[in-house]
């Protein structure tokens, strides 16, 4: 029988619900504004906080773009743009 890793053993551990989410890398910004990617096995409590930083400023990145394309996608319904329209098209109906 062959022996988990120690990401395995952390995955199953951490449990099923985020172990599975659990990165084999992290990647986090140095002092120097440097991206660095490390294996999760030899990262220190603090990169992994880093990692968690740079991760909260990603999501927030895409939550913001989500929700300007969904702003967007309801004042093309608004103006009663149809599904199989341009982006150009929609400006010009929703910028008049």
Partial sequence: MKTPTL???????????YGDSLPATIKFQDRAGDI???DLVEATLDEIAFAMQLLQAESSAIHARRGAL???Y???????????DSVAVIAEEVTK
Avoid: F
Wanted: charge should be positive; charged fraction near 30%.
């Fill in 74 to 84: 309801n004042l093309a319904r608004e103006h009663r743009c149809l599904g199989s």
């Fill in 7 to 17: 990401h395995q053993a952390l995955q199953k551990k951490i449990g099923s619900v």
């Fill in 70 to 72: 969904e702003r967007l």
């Fill in 36 to 38: 660095i990617e490390k």
